[in-house]
């Protein structure tokens, strides 16, 4: 059973999860707080079958720099390697 982390995080199964698997506390909370935290787990729609407006949404919650000037095939490397 996890741990309730208030409601400053919104999945958060998925934020132990993450923090298990070394990830900062900053970017677990980031991931599963985003839109699609409940989706996430292979259920998410792939990155491929997204708009780009969506792709650039991610990388904006993501704060990857440089997200403005990427064209889709872009955001998706910087998004997988995020």
Known sequence: M???HGPSIKNDDQY???RDQ???KEK???IANSPDASKQGGKAAPYEE???EELYELAQDLDIS???LMDKEELI???RDE
Do not use: N, V
């Open 2 to 4: 996890s741990k309730d």
């Open 16 to 18: 132990e999860a993450l």
């Open 22 to 24: 070394g990830m900062s």
């Open 28 to 30: 677990a909370a980031r």
């Open 50 to 52: 997204r708009t780009k």
């Open 66 to 68: 440089g997200r403005s």
């Open 77 to 79: 490397k910087a998004l």
